[in-house]
């Protein structure tokens, strides 16, 4: 039996990406036995430049609410809407920095003509069609059950990612608030399970190890060509990957020259990568994954070593991987993926407002 490694890079809140890369996810092959994917979501302030928001914004059709505007994810979401031919932001929430506008809290956010931050329980959705949820999980529950039904939602949390709620208790350590709601929910890994994520009005957005991780594995699994044992996922991401809050664990001194493993055996993706896995592969799949942080602003790369089936070949894995994803113009990151799975849901084609130059370096 033969072994091989997959590098999964990707970023996830943005990422540098090579310019004949744009809107892919590529694969290629490097030193024999190791197969590279990569998918992105360009961050530049070249893409400000190419943003008019003020001249777009009548033409735009679908009025968005940000909710927890003032962090990484929502910062993301509101500079890739900047060139969103349809989606127009009328709400945006904070917590702390309720009251403030998204230029003080965000400069590079500063050309944008938006509204300022309020509170979450001070916002009027009369106004709004769609969310992007990017508030804390645990948080993220209670708010969601007091919006309004007729919105559509995209969570970025994990509230909503584990279909088990006795799984996500014990995983979380919280109980579940909404379990109603859960039932209802759709994992938003896009390439996977886009029908569903059409039709759907909560979409659970994956976190960004397991978007990593499940986006190469998933065709190697349905294709039969890897084994479902002694799979080892040894991942690494930006600082930008904690959040914005402050944290001791994360201060410039902590993680800087310098790279540690963490959540060892028990790290709360390990459930949503494995249900993703099993539900590939109909049948219990576990994982060994363990996740560093590495002395970089946003970024992941996880490395993935699985066991080839019998008589698979390293190049069946590649044209596998190449059949897959080269046909899909796509790129990728928490709020990528999250603007990704809006465009579904509203009926626009997946890419829409997502195609940007790249940035280098
Ligand atoms: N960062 C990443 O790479 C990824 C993050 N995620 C998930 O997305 C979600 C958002 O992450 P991220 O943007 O990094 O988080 P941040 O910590 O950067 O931002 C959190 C946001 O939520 C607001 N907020 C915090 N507590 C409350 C509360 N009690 N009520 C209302 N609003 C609140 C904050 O407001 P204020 O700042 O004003 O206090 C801020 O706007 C999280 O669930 C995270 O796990 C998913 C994938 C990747
Ligand atoms: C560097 C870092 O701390 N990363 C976070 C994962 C962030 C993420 O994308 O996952 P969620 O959406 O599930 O929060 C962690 O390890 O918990």
Same mark, same amino acid.
């Given at each position: 039996?033969?072994?091989?490694?997959?590098?999964?890079?990707?970023?996830?809140?943005?990422?540098?990406?090579k310019?004949?890369?744009?809107?892919?996810?590529?694969?290629?092959?490097?030193?024999?036995?190791?197969?590279?994917?990569?998918?992105?979501?360009?961050?530049?302030?070249?893409?400000?430049?190419?943003?008019?928001?003020?001249?777009?914004?009548?033409?735009?059709?679908?009025?968005?609410?940000?909710?927890?505007?003032?962090?990484?994810?929502?910062?993301?979401?509101i500079?890739?809407?900047?060139? #969103?031919?349809?989606?127009?932001?009328?709400?945006?929430?904070?917590?702390?920095?309720?009251?403030?506008?998204?230029?003080?809290?965000?400069?590079?956010?500063?050309?944008?003509?938006?509204? =300022?931050?309020?509170?979450?329980?001070?916002?009027?959705?009369?106004d709004?069609?769609?969310?992007?949820?990017?508030?804390?999980?645990?948080?993220?529950?209670?708010?969601?059950?007091?919006?309004?039904?007729?919105?559509?939602?995209?969570?970025?949390?994990?509230?909503?990612?584990?279909? =088990?709620?006795?799984?996500?208790?014990?995983?979380?350590?919280?109980?579940h608030?909404?379990?109603?709601?859960?039932?209802?929910?759709?994992?938003?890994?896009?390439?996977?399970?886009?029908?569903?994520?059409?039709?759907?009005?909560?979409?659970?957005?994956?976190?960004?190890?397991?978007?990593?991780?499940?986006?190469?594995l998933?065709?190697?699994?349905?294709? #039969?060509?890897?084994?479902?044992?002694?799979?080892?996922? =040894?991942?690494?991401?930006?600082?930008?990957?904690?959040?914005?809050?402050?944290?001791?664990?994360?201060?410039?001194?902590?993680?800087?020259?310098?790279? #540690?493993?963490?959540?060892?055996?028990?790290?709360r993706?390990?459930?949503?990568?494995?249900?993703?896995?099993s =539900?590939?592969? #109909?049948?219990?799949?576990?994982?060994?994954?363990?996740?560093?942080?590495?002395?970089?602003?946003?970024g992941?790369?996880?490395?993935?070593?699985?066991?080839?089936?019998p008589?698979?070949?390293?190049?069946?894995l590649?044209?596998?991987?190449?059949t897959?994803?080269?046909i899909?113009n796509?790129?990728?990151?928490?709020?990528?993926?999250?603007v990704?799975?809006?465009?579904?849901?509203m009926?626009?084609?997946?890419?829409?407002?997502?195609?940007?130059?790249?940035?280098?370096?």
């Amino acid at each position: 039996m033969s072994s091989v490694a997959l590098g999964s890079v990707f970023v996830d809140v943005g990422c540098l990406r090579k310019q004949n890369e744009v809107g892919r996810l590529k694969v290629s092959r490097r030193n024999g036995s190791v197969l590279r994917v990569r998918a992105s979501v360009a961050s530049s302030q070249q893409s400000l430049k190419l943003a008019k928001p003020e001249a777009q914004k009548s033409e735009k059709t679908v009025r968005i609410g940000v909710l927890g505007a003032s962090g990484y994810t929502g910062a993301e979401i509101i500079r890739l809407l900047a060139n #969103h031919p349809q989606f127009g932001i009328t709400l945006m929430t904070a917590d702390r920095k309720a009251g403030q506008s998204i230029g003080s809290v965000f400069p590079h956010l500063v050309t944008q003509d938006l509204p =300022d931050m309020i509170a979450v329980k001070d916002a009027d959705f009369s106004d709004v069609d769609a969310v992007f949820c990017c508030l804390p999980h645990g948080t993220t529950q209670e708010i969601i059950k007091c919006l309004p039904r007729g919105l559509k939602i995209v969570d970025l949390s994990a509230d909503f990612r584990l279909r =088990d709620i006795d799984e996500y208790e014990e995983w979380y350590g919280l109980p579940h608030k909404a379990p109603e709601l859960q039932k209802e929910a759709i994992y938003g890994l896009t390439e996977v399970l886009r029908d569903e994520i059409r039709n759907a009005r909560l979409i659970a957005n994956p976190g960004c190890y397991p978007t990593s991780i499940q986006l190469p594995l998933i065709p190697l699994i349905k294709a #039969h060509l890897i084994e479902l044992t002694n799979i080892i996922i =040894d991942a690494k991401s930006g600082v930008s990957g904690a959040g914005r809050g402050a944290k001791e664990a994360n201060l410039y001194t902590e993680i800087s020259e310098g790279i #540690h493993s963490y959540g060892i055996t028990k790290h709360r993706h390990v459930p949503e990568i494995e249900q993703g896995l099993s =539900d590939a592969s #109909h049948s219990k799949v576990t994982v060994s994954f363990t996740p560093h942080l590495m002395p970089m602003s946003r970024g992941m790369q996880s490395t993935i070593y699985v066991q080839m089936a019998p008589g698979v070949t390293i190049e069946d894995l590649y044209q596998q991987l190449k059949t897959t994803y080269e046909i899909d113009n796509l790129v990728k990151g928490a709020s990528g993926q999250a603007v990704q799975n809006l465009n579904l849901m509203m009926g626009f084609p997946e890419n829409m407002g997502l195609q940007y130059q790249s940035l280098f370096p």
